[in-house]
Structures are given as C-alpha cells and as structure tokens.
C-alpha cells in the first residue's frame, strides 16, 4: 500500500516512538492496539459491508473506529510492515464449542511474525479476536497464560500442518484454528460478506463491542456491559446515554451522530428479545 502515517499511527496507540524490531517491541505494538482499538460491529449493525482494502482499515483505525478481524489485523499487519517486521497473514476458522468441527473457514484472519532479531520463533499476532490475546504468543505447542486467562497453543485436525489456539473456558468462543499459509486479503471476501449479511452471522444478530487489557476483557453485547476478570460481573445499560457513554469511555469507540439513534434501537430490540427467550413461563 502507499506509504502510511507511522507516527499518527502510533499517536493513535498512545506509543510516541517506534523502537527497532524486536518481542518487547511486538509486545508493546499489540498491547498498545488490543487495549485502544475496540472490535466492534456498528457497520455491520447498520446493514453496510465495509471494505476489506488494508488502506481502508488503517483510515478507521486512525479515525477513532474499530471493526472485526479483518479490519483489525489488516491495519496492524500494515502498521508492522511499516515498522519492518515481517508480517503475513494467514487463513482461520473459530470454533464456537467443543462440539463443534474445527475448520478453517477463512472466516477469521490471524497473522504471524517471524525473523526478530532476538527469537527463533514464529509468533501469533492477533488482535482481532475481541475477548482474546493481550500480547502475542511463540508459536509453540503449549499454555500460556496471560493475566487470569490460560490459553494453549497446539496441533489442529482441522488441515494438514494446521495450529489450534484454544481459548480460556471464560471466552466467547472454543478455539480459533489457523494454517501456516500466506494469503491475501482477498481471500477472505466471500467470508466477510457472509459474516456481514447472512442472518445466521453473530455479527448481525448482536451488536458488539470487545476490548482486551492486562486485567481482563470489557464487553458489551447489545445492553448488557460485562467485565471478566478472575470473576465477571454485569451491568444493563438501558438508559441511553449512560449506554453511549460507555461506548466512549470504556471502549474508546464514539460513534457518527447520524448512526446513534438506529445503533441504539438494534441493541434496544436485541435485549427485549434475549429477556423474551430467557424469560420463565408463568
């Protein structure tokens, strides 16, 4: 892509300089952008299929927005290449639950770095996992915790030469699983479409906001905000102006005056129907 704003970038992340490639480096690039650049699904919300362009990405990230794996990953695999890491993106697929078959449906993008000065490892990148990794990982088979989380990293059946990283028991989902291939962003236009429209996709059933820092995850789906730490607590947000409020302060996210009153109403009528389907007969 054309050259890009390494230091708007990095203001954005609240980071003043870019240090040499290096793990403490990585560290602080992917701390920096899971605590301050939230997953979020306000377009997807509000019926519009964004673009997957990485230039388009790095536009939202550098306007305050978020987005989801793709948008979230491809801006930061641009900013890594800018600051000469050798970045590459890879094809993913979640597993919802244990039950569920491990695929690799290029329905997640998950990117590894490889060739730091000081390590012989491959590590993970991925900050676009919402409730998930606060630092990257080396790519080798075992737990890893971080903060009260545990995650493990190991072989996947879902293709040849595939990694599986299982998530702590408290996450959204089971697992993310991942091969080793290089890709482009192309490839994952399809999924995101369907991720984007189909009735079927999480992203379009729930409005969601993620953030991960050193302590735990804040998420908000649809009105109720919850904190998970060592324990999770709960709060409803339906009064509309503590519920935007929260969007800003916890999340970072400030959303077009145009899109608040729609946004507000979805997250509204998805909490009326999850209080419905949960609600005790008689």
Not at 42 to 52: F, T
Not at 191 to 209: A, C, K, W
């Amino acid at each position: 892509m054309d050259s890009m704003d390494v230091t708007a970038f990095l203001r954005r992340l609240g980071l003043a300089d870019a240090e040499p490639p290096s793990v403490a480096a990585l560290t602080s690039l992917h701390r920096a952008f899971a605590e301050r650049v939230p997953y979020e699904s306000v377009d997807i919300q509000l019926g519009r299929v964004s673009s997957l362009d990485p230039r388009d990405s790095v536009a939202r990230v550098l306007s305050g927005r978020g987005g989801y794996c793709f948008h979230l990953n491809g801006a930061f695999a641009e900013l890594l290449h800018a600051l000469g890491y050798r970045v590459t993106r890879h094809p993913g697929g979640v597993q919802m639950t244990p039950e569920s078959a491990p695929t690799i449906s290029r329905k997640h993008l998950a990117l590894t770095v490889r060739d730091l000065p000081d390590s012989d490892d491959i590590w993970l990148v991925d900050a676009g996992l919402g409730d998930g990794l606060h630092s990257p990982l080396p790519l080798r088979a075992g737990v890893h915790r971080q903060g009260p989380f545990e995650f493990e990293l190991g072989p996947s059946t879902a293709a040849p030469g595939a990694w599986r990283l299982r998530h702590d028991v408290r996450g959204s989902f089971f697992a993310m699983h991942f091969t080793l291939d290089e890709v482009g962003l192309d490839h994952f236009a399809d999924p995101h479409v369907e991720l984007s429209t189909s009735p079927e996709s999480g992203f379009v059933r729930t409005f969601g906001v993620l953030r991960t820092d050193a302590a735990g995850w804040d998420v908000l789906r649809a009105l109720t905000l919850s904190r998970v730490e060592a324990t999770t607590t709960k709060t409803v947000l339906d009064d509309r102006a503590d519920w935007f409020t929260a969007l800003a302060d916890v999340f970072g996210l400030v959303v077009a005056d145009d899109d608040r009153e729609p946004l507000w109403r979805k997250a509204v009528s998805q909490h009326e129907a999850h209080l419905a389907r949960t609600a005790t007969p008689g």
